[in-house]
């Protein structure tokens, strides 16, 4: 089998490891995992990197755990936070992890013949432990000297916001956590983002100290575009896993709106496409750059693994019709979903039937005025439906309504007013 580090590093998915004895570890089967908190009722695409990540070890024939942080989520990881995570009550906890499993099963073999995966919750076993009990059991063998020397530590410290205790234990948590598998599940292995480091370290020095073991960890870079943005965000937005939280249109054009110069590096990271396959198409690219035939493709890989072949036609579906395609056959649930993030007004239908299309498009606010209307109109950039009004005294007919309850306007490209209609 080929060695996973070997892949990982082929794909720009490596960032360091706690010992170069790691790369002999992994020539043979192993168990691996990787947490993940429910701090969202969604995980995100920032998340996707260590999904990758599993997935690749379990591609190269190792046994792959996730762990849905129950216990972990109640405390918040300030690695990487520059303040305190709102701290969330035991049934958002529970809401999110149901959210944050289902995610997890679409991208991991449940049924591998050789090392089916698993998912576990870390509260299963830390809801067992009284405080005195954890702190005899397990903090005393931290030293505080090393915990305050985590680089997640030091940031928050020299900060004004600073850290609590509450946090501050979260590393002890995890480290338990990487423990617990190793005597559960036989795991050796796990990884994270880079700004786990510290606390996989303390999981591995804590087996080091309490089984005489040898553990490792393994992490990976955290993705930012050329521009420093890390990756996931948009506009101070997250883009989900859950297509009621980000829709399958918008996060397929997430990934259409990627820059050439990030577009090859993601391909290699987020997709399983063959890298001579990248490569072909890092070469169209540079020949013709103005198709974003790279982009297309991580757009389309992407939805299609997050949200399967339906979402993919979704989302490509609503893309035409943004980008002025037929609405034919669309019904008005589609157009609702399409049009989710686009303006919208609501009228009663007697307002709406036999009413001037100029009036509407000025009672909507898609327009100005009604003679801003009429000049769209007679300019030629007038759409009800995606179809062009060159009359400027049409009327709204019933069969401009889909469904009798949604209408499209649109001005020019790319201005879109959704009309409900009531009643």
Not at 143 to 151: A, C, H, Q, S, Y
Not at 221 to 244: E, M, T, V, W
Not at 320 to 343: A, C, H, I, Q, T
Request: with cysteine; proline share 3%.
């Amino acid at each position: 089998m080929d060695n996973v580090i070997d892949v990982l590093k082929s794909r720009g998915l490596f960032e360091d490891m706690t010992s170069q004895e790691l790369y002999r570890h992994v020539a043979s089967p192993t168990v691996v995992y990787a947490g993940f908190d429910p701090t969202s009722s969604s995980l995100q695409v920032g998340n996707f990197v260590t999904i990758m990540g599993l997935a690749h070890f379990q591609r190269c024939g190792h046994k792959v755990v996730a762990l849905a942080g129950g216990a972990t989520g109640m405390i918040g990881d300030p690695s990487g936070k520059e303040s305190e995570r709102k701290l969330l009550t035991p049934d958002e906890v529970a809401r999110n992890l149901e959210g944050v499993r289902e995610n997890l099963s679409r991208f991991l073999d449940f049924n591998d013949s050789r090392a089916p995966a698993c998912i576990v919750n870390n509260n299963d076993w830390m809801s067992r432990f009284g405080y005195i009990e954890f702190l005899r059991d397990i903090g005393k063998h931290f030293r505080m000297g090393t915990m305050l020397g985590k680089e997640s530590v030091r940031a928050r410290m020299e900060s004004d916001s600073g850290m609590s205790y509450c946090e501050f234990s979260y590393q002890l948590i995890q480290a338990y956590d990487f423990l617990h598998l190793w005597d559960q599940q036989g795991c050796r292995v796990q990884i994270g983002g880079s700004d786990q480091w510290g606390n996989i370290t303390a999981g591995v020095e804590l087996i080091r100290r309490l089984r005489g073991g040898e553990a490792y960890g393994m992490t990976f870079p955290i993705i930012c575009d050329s521009n420093g943005q890390k990756f996931g965000k948009s506009a101070g937005n997250a883009i989900y896993l859950d297509h009621r939280r980000t829709s399958y249109y918008d996060f397929y054009q997430f990934f259409m709106r990627i820059e050439d110069v990030d577009v090859i590096r993601f391909l290699k990271i987020f997709t399983f496409l063959p890298l001579e396959e990248i490569a072909e198409l890092e070469q169209e690219m540079s020949q013709a750059p103005e198709k974003r035939l790279p982009q297309r493709k991580l757009a389309e890989e992407m939805t299609r693994t997050v949200h399967g072949a339906d979402g993919l036609t979704a989302a490509m579906r609503a893309s035409e019709v943004l980008f002025g395609g037929s609405m034919e056959g669309l019904g008005s649930g589609d157009l609702l979903k399409v049009f989710s993030n686009v303006p919208s007004a609501e009228m009663p239908t007697e307002r709406i039937l036999e009413a001037s299309v100029v009036d509407i498009a000025a009672a909507c606010g898609l327009c100005k005025s009604k003679s801003d209307a009429r000049r769209l109109v007679t300019d030629g950039g007038f759409y009800v439906n995606n179809i062009r009004v060159t009359d400027v005294a049409a009327k709204v007919r019933g069969d401009m309504l889909v469904d009798g309850c949604v209408m499209v306007l649109r001005a020019g490209k790319k201005n879109f007013c959704l009309v409900k209609v009531s009643g």
